[in-house]
Structure formats: structure tokens, C-alpha cells
């Protein structure tokens, strides 16, 4: 059993003292919590979100970390993992050092995804493998933040069975860590600190990169979508945007260090700018923007096909170093089910988005997340769904079966599709992806692909693997020393989902064309 089924599987609930009685958490919320509410979350005004350019630590906090480690484990999505550079970077600025070996840190931070059920169980069972480590070393500090320490549910738990906790933040609070430390430094009690309002948009904030050959650029935070089945609006808060010239700035400081790729994140990208006031500047501006900056490729994520106008597919035509490959969930193909999902779009709209993409951008590849499963799905709306993938000939799919998460207007819904019917779905779904994904990495064979080499592959050291443009995993054997250079390989093989090369030659640096 490897480390992630092991955790997975792990259940573990501290017992309860029975001489104690049940300690009083409203305190922790009355303080620093409201709980995820579809009615408040919707009340959002016009708040000003405050920006601050200037954030450094303060001195107070000099040395803290001295001859201290730190050890940060990060679930779901890239915005996750970006939040993880941005804690490293606070961490060493604040003089600790950061190690691999998790029972031998200071410091210990869960950074959590709430996005389904698994994740969050792999959390708890980590938070009890935890303890051990925890009566070893008692000044040990272990911590909870990211999406999961935004659900009340989740936050009231750990305080009743996880109490070797020391420390629980949320997504918008990331800044406050070297405050959120010292206290727990100082407290006899779990420090909790959650804000439910979503944060300022903070700069200038540290980063330790987790590479140098890609990096994740935040363009915009938070969601006003409220698909019925998503925690993300309220774990993430509402959609703020930070501002062109100090996105474009980070990108222009990445090209000169050597950066190959820049994916820009947010929870829905394609909303980005609708919150500025005083400018028309949408994400087809940036991105028109960014495709002169000299660096070999740009891509985005994620995307709704609500936000996705003619002014960015236009953009994305002009190719350069914007990538023809497009990440657009669609999540059902059944109008009912969308519905019912608060999607806001049709069966309809999606398909005319794609032929607009397409006749755009002709060689363009699209990819999808799909949710099989979703209550009331009948057997005919599961079918609409295989029909679209089949109509749009998406070349690879993120599958998933439906998972109620606490707090969503889908969790007060009938869970009315039995377990078996819905693995069943995600079966014949998950066949039909392979089918056309295999079909896409066929008519390559024998092709000459671009690939941004990361390094070996994960299965053998003598083999150097990357990407396409398209994303498209190849494996290859070369010289070491072209890792986090672009290549050109012959493709020789194919399989479902990934394609073995012959190295070629090292692509020559051309200069990008505005």
C-alpha cells in the first residue's frame, strides 16, 4: 500500500476524555469564523478590496525561524500549490529551513483541499499519523490551512478530535502566517484564525519557486460562480483581480530568470478584470499583453465557459508563445443537468464556444472535467454527456463521480443515483476518453513535437520526460543537460496517454514576435 492509500484509508479520532465535559468551541467562531452560506455568500456588495503593494515581514519576527525547519504537504489544485511557494518563501524569510523529512521539522503545514470527500479524509488520517510524531517531539508545531480550514464543519472537528493540532488559517489569511506562528509559539490553545470575508489582494508577497523551469503566476483570486455542487466560492471568497502592470511585471521577471512556461492560475480566469472600476481590461488584454514578453509559453487555468469572449479566442489565435491548448470544463453534456448544476449555459452555447475556438484556432486541443453521477442524472442525460465528448473530440478529460460537499446547495439534494450506477458511468466514460485520447497520440506517430524537458521520469532515471504545447507528456532518452530546455523529438510510439520519443537537437532560442 503506498503513502497516499495509506492515508487515505486512515481514519483516526482522537477518544474523548470522559471526565471532562464537551468543551464550548462557539468562542473560535464568534471571534474568527462564519460559517459557508450560499445566502450570505451571495450578498456580495461592493466592498473595497483593499490593495497593498508594500507587505514585508516585520521585525518583530526577525529570527524566528533560527536553527527551526519546516515541512509544508500540499492537496489539490495548482492555486494550492502556488500558496504553498508563497508559505515557503514567508517561512525562509523568517529564518527557518525547509526539509523533506517530516518527522524531523519544526514546523509541520497541511495545506488543504475541500473540493471532495477524499481529500478531506486523507487529511484527517494524516492529522493522526501526526500525533506519533507529535509525543516524540511536543514543541513540534502542526498546522491546518487552505480550503478545508474555511468549513466550519471541518475547523469544529479538528478542534474536538484533533487537539495535538497547534494551528488552523484559511486561504485568505496566508499573509498573517509569521503572526499566526508566534502565537502558537506563545499559546497554550490551538491558535485558530479564519477569515470567512475574503482578504485584501496583497504584493510583493515571497515565493520559493517549487522549479525553475515553470512557474504559476496568480492572476485573480476567488469565484462568484456558485455552481451548485462547488466549495470553491466560499472557501476562496469573491472574485478579485490583481492588477495588469504587476502581473505583467512578475511574468517579465520570470523570462529574465530563465523561466520557460507560465501558467496563470485562478479559480475562474476567464472572469478576470470584471471587478476593475476604472479600466476595460479583461483577460484577453493580458494575455495580448503577455504574448510579447519574450518566454516560450503561456497557458491559463481554470476556465468557465460563461466568461470565455471573442476578444480572447482573437487574442489566442495569434498563437506565439500562447499555447493551442485549452483546459474548458464543461462538466455535463445534458442541459437538465446543467440546470440544475448553475452552470448558466447550454448544451448549445458550449458547442458554439468550441466551434468558435476551433475555427480560430485550428489546431487547437481541448480538454474537459466531467462529474458523472450528479443527482437525478438519468441514463439518458449520462449519454447526452457521451455524445458532446464524442461532438467536441476533446483529446484527454479529468473524470470524477459526484461528491456532496457540506454547505452546496447540491448537498441538500437527493442523492438519488446508486454507488454502482455511478462507478458504472465513470467506466464507460473513462473508456471513451482513452478511446480519444489514443486516437490524438496516434496521428503523431512519426511527428517532430516541441518539448519543455522537467527532468527524468518517474519511472526510470535514464529517461528524460516533458511536455508539448498541447501538454502532451513524451519520454525520451538524451542528455542530461538538456533538462529545462525546449527539444525537438520524433515521436516512435504511442499509448493511451502518453508518446515515446527519439531526441532530435536542442530548438533554437528565437526571440517571440510581438
Known amino acids: 500500500m503506498n503513502e ?34 450560499l445566502k450570505d455568500a451571495k450578498k456580495r456588495g461592493k466592498e473595497d478590496v483593499k490593495y497593498h503593494k508594500d507587505f514585508s515581514i516585520d521585525e518583530q519576527f526577525a529570527g524566528m525561524g533560527k536553527d527551526r525547519t519546516f515541512y509544508i504537504r500540499t492537496y489539490g489544485c495548482q492555486m494550492n500549490e502556488h500558496d504553498t511557494e508563497v508559505m515557503a518563501g514567508i517561512f525562509m524569510q523568517l529564518g527557518y529551513t525547509p526539509t523533506e523529512i517530516i518527522e524531523e521539522a519544526d514546523v509541520v503545514l497541511l495545506n488543504t ?37 474555511q468549513e466550519e464543519s471541518v475547523v469544529n472537528k479538528i478542534l474536538r478530535s ?48 517549487l522549479g525553475s523551469i515553470k512557474a504559476w503566476v496568480n492572476i485573480m483570486y476567488g469565484c462568484d460562480k456558485f455552481c451548485t455542487y462547488c466549495i470553491v466560492p466560499y472557501t476562496r471568497g469573491k472574485e478579485r483581480s490583481r492588477r495588469p502592470e504587476e502581473i505583467i511585471a512578475e511574468v517579465r521577471e520570470l523570462a529574465a530568470a530563465g523561466y520557460q512556461e507560465i501558467m496563470l492560475l485562478g479559480q475562474n480566469v476567464n472572469a478576470y478584470g470584471k471587478d476593475f472600476e476604472d479600466i476595460e481590461y479583461r483577460l484577453g488584454d493580458l494575455m495580448d499583453a503577455l504574448r510579447k514578453i519574450d518566454i516560450p509559453r503561456i497557458r491559463f487555468t481554470t476556465s468557465h465557459p460563461r466568461d470565455f469572449d471573442d476578444h480572447l479566442i482573437e487574442v489566442l489565435s495569434k498563437r506565439g508563445n500562447l499555447v493551442e491548448h485549452i483546459h474548458l470544463p464543461v462538466q455535463s453534456g445534458s442541459n437538465d443537468i446543467l440546470k440544475i448544476m448553475a452552470r448558466k449555459y447550454t448544451r448549445e452555447h458550449f458547442l458554439t464556444l468550441v466551434e468558435k475556438i476551433k475555427a480560430a484556432i485550428p489546431e487547437v486541443t481541448l480538454t474537459t472535467d466531467i462529474i458523472v453521477g450528479y443527482p437525478n442524472e438519468t441514463e439518458e442525460q449520462f449519454e447526452e454527456t457521451l ?56 496521428r503523431l506517430n512519426g511527428e517532430v513535437v516541441e518539448v519543455l524537458v522537467e527532468g527524468t521520469s518517474k519511472r526510470r532515471d535514464d529517461v528524460l520526460a516533458g511536455y508539448t504545447r498541447k501538454n502532451r507528456l513524451v519520454n525520451f532518452k538524451g542528455p542530461a543537460e538538456v533538462i529545462g530546455q525546449l527539444v525537438k523529438v520524433k515521436i516512435i510510439e504511442t499509448t493511451s496517454y502518453s508518446l515515446t520519443g527519439e531526441f532530435l537537437e536542442v530548438v533554437k532560442n528565437e526571440k517571440v514576435e510581438a
Open 113 to 149: 483541499c475541500a473540493i471532495r470527500e477524499n481529500a478531506e479524509n486523507k487529511v484527517f488520517g494524516e492529522l493522526g499519523f501526526l500525533l506519533k510524531y507529535k509525543r516524540k517531539n511536543p514543541e513540534m508545531l502542526i498546522g491546518v490551512c487552505g480550503c478545508m480550514s
Open 4 to 37: 497516499e492509500q495509506r492515508l487515505a484509508n486512515q481514519q483516526v479520532n482522537q477518544p474523548k476524555k470522559e471526565d471532562k465535559p464537551e468543551k464550548d468551541y462557539s468562542k473560535y467562531f464568534e471571534k474568527v469564523f462564519t460559517a459557508p452560506s
Open 387 to 442: 455524445s458532446l465528448y464524442r461532438e467536441v473530440g476533446f483529446e484527454a478529460a479529468f473524470t470524477y463521480i459526484y461528491s456532496p460537499r457540506e454547505g452546496t446547495p447540491a448537498a441538500k439534494m437527493v442523492d438519488n443515483v446508486p454507488e454502482e450506477v455511478k462507478k458504472e458511468r465513470l467506466q464507460r466514460l473513462n473508456e471513451v476518453v482513452g478511446e480519444y485520447s489514443r486516437k490524438a497520440l496516434e
Open 162 to 209: 484533533y487537539p495535538h493540532v497547534d494551528m488552523v488559517f484559511g486561504t485568505h489569511n496566508i499573509h498573517r502566517l509569521p503572526n499566526i506562528l508566534k502565537e502558537a509559539y506563545m499559546s497554550k490553545e490551538m491558535v485558530v484564525e479564519v477569515w470567512s470575508k475574503e482578504g485584501d489582494v496583497i504584493e510583493n508577497l515571497p515565493k520559493k519557486r
